[in-house]
């Protein structure tokens, strides 16, 4: 059974940028036909999703926060990472990370349980 | 992109009892709908995909039913560690969207 874990700074400054790392046990990152996904929730609202990568690198982004967005793969670690720039009070959220199917069937079997990343000075 | 609106925000049941969550697409999903439950702290758990179809290991008292725009999941008999928040969401179109979130507690 794959695990996912989030790691990073729980506090990020405002206009600064925001990183967090997944990282993925009990199975490699690279194996099967998975893509690798960054969902968020503010406190008291829905689920957002914010981007994902395959393992061959491609990417997809929601269109909301595309401009701001870099998901990058880092085999050689089992990891996954998520940077979003320019940061605002209104990023702040839980954030995860999740498996879901490359093609079709997107829906996310697998997920980290969430790291709180509050945006303030 | 689709808009998911669920119902209703807040649902009050008693252990033992049924709950019948509802999702409502903007336009049409087809059958492309999962359900998520969601604890504070905790692992987001894949309960439904394909709109009906329970994921691994999920109890037979969650049912997923609908098609098009209109979505249900049922919980047939209340236990205590169903309390939660649920959530759906369509993967009919790019973006992947989910709904507000309905909040199953203690009546």
């Known amino acids: 059974q794959v695990q996912l874990q989030e790691s990073g700074p729980g506090l990020v400054k405002p206009s600064q940028t925001l990183s967090l790392t997944c990282t993925v046990s009990g199975g490699s990152i690279s194996s099967g036909s998975y893509s690798w996904n960054w969902i968020r929730q503010p406190a008291g609202k829905g689920l957002e999703w914010i981007g994902r990568?395959?393992?061959?690198?491609?990417?997809n982004f929601n269109p909301s926060l595309k401009s701001r967005v870099t998901i990058s793969l880092d085999t050689s670690k089992n990891q996954f990472s998520l940077r979003l720039s320019s940061v605002t009070a209104a990023d702040t959220a839980v954030y995860y990370c999740a498996r879901d199917l490359d093609y079709g069937d997107n829906w996310f079997d697998s997920w980290g349980q969430g790291t709180l990343v509050t945006v303030s000075s | 992109e689709k808009v998911m609106t669920q119902s209703p925000v807040t649902l009050s049941v008693s252990l033992g009892e049924r709950a019948t969550l509802s999702c409502r697409a903007s336009q049409s999903v087809s059958d492309n709908v999962a359900w998520y439950q969601l604890k504070p702290g905790q692992v987001p758990r894949l309960l439904i995909y394909g709109a009906s179809s329970r994921a691994t290991g999920i109890p037979a008292r969650f049912s997923g039913s609908g098609s098009g725009t209109e979505f249900t999941l049922t919980i047939s008999s209340l236990q205590s560690e169903d309390f939660a928040v649920y959530s759906c969401q369509q993967y009919n179109n790019w973006p992947l969207t989910f709904g507000g979130g309905t909040k199953v507690e203690i009546k």
């Open positions: 990568i395959n393992t061959s690198g491609s990417t």
